[in-house]
């Protein structure tokens, strides 16, 4: 992605200017509620905060949207919908690197692709075995490993059972699944 395609805006809040993938973009309704904007369809003037849970609540604490007129409103539970749209769209992009076929479930698999060195990083289950998390740390070697979801809620998002080890192959796909992966976990973890 070339500097154009991501061009630097500034957080309402902060003040900082980063790359529009590092912040989250809402934009006001014509009844001047705030809403989540992630694909920019939406008309009117971009609002850009921090991808951050912390950042974000702290700028509803504030009222910073309120810079854009004293009517403006933000519904009580924004960084809840914003964590729910940003979790479901990790979810979506692991569905779609699976039926892109550059997703492989199960330890035997994963393992066989990271001793073909086809593994561009690895999603295991927060509740894996540490049996199984030392095996696949040893193979993965320098290959990055996600621990984010719990198996039941791999399961329920790839419609399979007993979801404990992820491997993405090493592919475009892989890259869109780990930027959103990543853009999960930052918003959580910051």
């Known amino acids: 992605m070339s500097k154009t395609d991501n061009p630097n805006r500034t957080c309402l809040f902060s003040k900082d200017e980063l790359p529009q993938d590092k912040l989250l973009r809402f934009t006001l309704t014509p009844d001047r509620q705030v809403v989540p904007d992630f694909n920019k369809r ?5 609002i850009y905060i921090t991808n951050s849970k912390q950042i974000l609540q702290c700028a509803i604490d504030k009222k ?3 810079r854009f ?5 933000v ?3 924004l960084v809840e919908v914003v964590e729910n749209i940003l979790k ?4 979506e992009t692991l569905n779609l690197a ?3 076929g550059v997703l492989v479930s199960g ?4 393992k066989e692709k990271l001793i073909a060195g086809k593994v561009g990083f690895v999603l295991e289950a927060l509740d894996a075995g540490e049996d199984g998390k030392a095996k696949i740390r040893t193979l993965a070697k320098d290959v990055e490993i996600l621990s984010l979801f719990s198996t039941d809620e791999l399961d329920k998002a790839l419609n399979k059972a007993n979801t404990v080890h992820l491997g993405l192959l090493k592919s475009e796909m892989s890259d869109v699944v780990y930027n959103q992966l990543q853009k999960w976990q930052n918003f959580v973890n910051s």
């Open 98 to 100: 699976r039926k892109a």
């Open 75 to 77: 519904m009580p539970n």
């Open 42 to 46: 939406l008309q009117g003037r971009g």
């Open 107 to 110: 330890f035997e698999k994963v």
């Open 88 to 91: 479901n769209r990790a979810f």
């Open 64 to 66: 910073a949207f309120r």
């Open 69 to 73: 007129g004293k009517s403006t409103t």
